[in-house]
């Protein structure tokens, strides 16, 4: 890269999690505050940077295509350069440049002062100090509050790329929600690969203990957790969602799978009956809470009995959604050395099977909310009809029938309903 007369732009790109997405603004914060533009188009971009995911081959099959289509951009113009964090900079390293000869650079996100530096150093009199961040108008926001995990899910490369468990203190995540909302956001998600197993490093403060210092920050309207543990799971934490007026009635509860012996192939460190005391509790705790989980179907081994096991979890439940995938082999986890064995034909037909059955049931459990009131947070309008729409506490999304300005709260009457969204008046 060449400095110029003007302060150099960023691209960001990113794909994956939520965590990810917190990555990505925590790292337009570091470019603005060390005189970079964060949040160009790539055409006027000067650095393209791409925050990846490694948790499923399809998350690395796109991000190598984004640096395949980045290899032209490059070269249309002399001094711009690519660069590459997230977790397949976790897992592979600078293999990366051998593989793809058009990267300049591969940096830990978790640690990107080094990074930042050698922008530094690189341009010189083009960075001028801190850069105001472009004006945004996003109500809701995601702020990490523990990095890592410590499970060991014999599935899952998590562990390997974000590391150990590694908790934020209490003081510092209400710092940070505290200007965020002063930015203009109303809405927050604390997030972590295990964000119930949450604790204070200096204090001990739990999650909960976390949710109400949180709570507390004034001009704050809503704010909600993700991803859950079913083993961490505990009364002080449903207790909060009841409690605390910001705290939304929804809980996020990962299942994977509805046959015990295919947990513990998993070794999720928990069997059905355990699981389902959880939700028990939640809904007798929380009457009105959304409960929704995730699904992996076609792990290795499993039988058609055990997809099965799946099914009957998902009748008996009647979760309000479900996020579910086909398995997929990663290179480093225990699970890669077991044989891959059911078939990409049977996979798809049993993520499908899960997909019918549960629109079925969301649908029915959205049409039972017909005639009742709902608070939903107006978050925009429709591109095409300039509707409102926004999410209710329990986190569906509802277009209404009515005037309302986006960031405003409204309570509104369920008229319509289908499997994926709610319209009220």
Partial sequence: MVAGARAPRVHLWQVGCQ???????ALAEQFAEIGLWPGAALE???LAVLVTCAVRQHAEDKAAGRLGELAKWKLARPGRAIALTGCMAAEHGGTLFARFPQLDYVFDVRDADGFMARLRDL??????????????????????????CNEMCTYCIVPFVRG??????????VAQVGRLVEGGVVEVTLLGQNVNSYHDPNT?????????????VPGLRRQRFLTSHPRNASAALLAAIRELPTACEHLHLPVQ???????????????LREYRLVLDDARRVVPEIALSTDIIVGFCGETEAEFEGTMSLLREVEFDTVHVQAYSPRPGTAAHRRPDDVPPAEKKARLQAVLSLQRQISE???????????????EGRGAED???????RQNRVTWLERAAIPGSVVHATVIDATAWQLTAA
Avoid at 164 to 172: H, N, T
Avoid at 204 to 216: F, H, S
Avoid at 257 to 271: A, F
């Fill in 257 to 271: 799978s509805g046959s015990d012996s295919c947990l513990r192939r998993m070794k999720r460190e928990y069997t």
């Fill in 204 to 216: 001990g403060t739990d999650l909960a203990g976390l949710m109400a210092a949180v709570d507390g």
């Fill in 19 to 25: 965590m990810n997405t917190a990555d990505t603004e």
């Fill in 44 to 46: 006027d971009a000067d």
């Fill in 164 to 173: 150990r468990e590694r908790s934020r203190g209490v003081q510092e995540v």
């Fill in 364 to 378: 029915r459990r959205n049409r039972s909310l017909l005639g009742r009131t709902v608070e939903v947070l107006v």
């Fill in 123 to 148: 341009y010189g009199g083009a960075v001028e100090g801190p850069v105001p961040l472009p004006a945004g108008d996003r109500l809701s926001a995601y702020v990490p509050v523990i990095h890592g």
């Fill in 386 to 392: 300039g509707r409102p729409y926004g999410r209710t």
